[in-house]
């Protein structure tokens, strides 16, 4: 029934869809609405890909997210960078000095989640929380239950946007080399030191990189990938086999490769095939929720064993409590956005904080 319900959203998922002819591209789809719709795509793969890990059920879509992996998260990373870059372009410094403030937003947001774990574990699946765990947590080196290195992650992607930008004074090629080398650092410390060997906290982030450097180059890419489909359909075909040949080498650069090259072949397929519908944007508005209390949502039910007789019936309660608490986290959290917005009013005017996060930035 599961798989059915998995068909049910890849049915939802192409309401509104549109694919332009021969020789003919959407010569906006980096815009806004598109990205997020893609993105809402990815939301509800990650929600499907997460729950295979709980219950003893085996799924037949498990097939396909297995072989995603950690490719449903790149395309948020890949929009994001591209997101900042264009956002930089147009705003200049003045967007660049918001950047420090939304990481600390993301930071006291991800907190309040981290307490609703805690509460939960203790008060509703009853588990003893050490204050050394709890403390852990708060800093994201473990976790209760939460996936801390996603949070981690964009946090610490805001502070190098930030950092990398506003020390080049805002010029765009010096802030990427910058923000280039602070990734490959990253990367290198948090896969020895802050999540010792483990490669899904790292191979995505050249996702993010890849971003900035397609913000500046797609003028002169769409020329070349655009002039007609012969053009087009070759450089989709190469890319996808490259794809496949670096999924032959396992290591964390040719993982990381793997992330990058599948991104590109999204953004190389929506210049003919655009998604655009409310139910995507809908989960792309509440992805960064979703993605942190989807585990609190599967946590409190497979512990406490809340199942009902029919599996459908089943599946819709777990996936509609994952999006209604999502919803009601962001209602309420935006407090938390206008609070910290009146202290930076001075900088930005107030115009940045309209409910904008690093994954939906595009």
Known sequence: MTDLFFIIFCFLSTFGIKIKGIDNFFTDYM?????????????????FCHKTSYGKKKYGYSKI????????????????????????????????????????????????????????????????????????????????????WFAF?????????????????????LGIIIISLLCFVHTKIVFIYYYP????TVDTILCFVIGFYFSVMKI????????????????????????????KIRNLFFKSLKNAIFAIIVVLISMKIKFKNEFLKFLNAHSYSIYLL????????????IFIYNDFIQIFFEFSSIFCIASFFDKYSIYL????????????NNIYFKNESLIIEA
């Open 31 to 47: 815009e806004l609405d598109d990205t997020n719709c893609i993105k809402g795509i990815f939301v509800w793969l990650i929600v």
């Open 65 to 148: 997210t297995n072989n995603l992996g950690q490719k449903v998260v790149s395309m948020f990373f890949f929009y994001s960078s591209f997101g900042i870059s264009e956002s930089i372009k147009k705003k200049g410094i003045f967007y660049v000095k918001t950047l420090k403030n939304k990481a600390i937003i993301f930071f006291l947001k991800t907190q309040i989640i981290i307490l609703m774990f805690l509460l939960a574990n203790i008060f509703i699946l009853k588990k003893k929380v050490t204050l050394q765990r709890y403390l852990l947590s708060i800093c994201f080196k473990s976790s209760l239950g939460n996936s801390n």
């Open 153 to 173: 992650t964009i946090i610490t992607f805001y502070f190098y946007s930030y950092f990398s930008f506003y020390l080049t004074k805002n010029n765009i090629f």
């Open 197 to 200: 060997k483990k490669v899904y």
């Open 220 to 247: 002169y890419l769409d020329k070349i990938i655009m002039k007609n489909d012969i053009f087009y359909f070759g450089i989709l075909s190469g890319t996808i086999l490259s794809l496949y040949e670096s999924s």
């Open 294 to 305: 989807q585990r609190l949502v599967m946590m409190i039910i497979y512990e406490k064993k």
């Open 337 to 348: 956005n206008k609070i910290f917005s009146k202290k930076i009013k001075s900088i930005s």
